[in-house]
């Protein structure tokens, strides 16, 4: 990826559905140009999706909270388990004293304690450890532009 693809993926996370026109505009080439990077960078799996980014909290996800999870046995097989499990919206394999961190987020603490109940479920799972978030100062994407500032 050069300067101008990285510039790009970066106006796109501010806005992706912004016209060609003036997506080309920001980066200084055609909007015809501007498509045909954005194709490719589709092509190579840099883009991997275009979403909308929706408010946890209108939508009944006020709680948020990350979980590490216990186990018994190695868990890198369980990512269908992790995933049938709506609230749950990352699971990562992890080194340290837990095998998998969950982010999740749940309407209530009630329906938190429900979901640490479903993921005891879990074949292998012997523990969690949930930390519960107060207030996020912020989140951001990863950003195309850290490796020009390197």
Aim: a negative charge; zero cysteines; proline letters at 4%.
């Amino acid at each position: 990826m050069d300067h101008i693809d990285r510039e790009l993926v970066a106006q796109l996370q501010q806005d992706a559905a912004q016209p060609y026109a003036a997506l080309g505009q920001a980066v200084g080439l055609s909007a015809g140009a501007a498509h045909e990077r954005v194709r490719k960078l589709r092509e190579r799996g840099v883009i991997r999706r275009t979403t909308v980014e929706v408010d946890p909290v209108a939508v009944g996800g006020a709680v948020l909270a990350y979980v590490m999870v216990d186990s018994t046995a190695w868990m890198g097989d369980s990512a269908p388990a992790f995933a049938a499990i709506p609230e749950i919206l990352e699971a990562h394999v992890i080194a340290g004293s837990a095998s998998v961190l969950v982010k999740v987020r749940t309407a209530t603490t009630q329906q938190l304690q429900d979901l640490l109940r479903r993921l005891y479920a879990i074949e292998g799972v012997s523990g969690t450890q949930a930390t519960v978030v107060l207030e996020t100062f912020f989140e951001r994407p990863l950003s195309p532009l850290a490796a020009d500032r390197t």
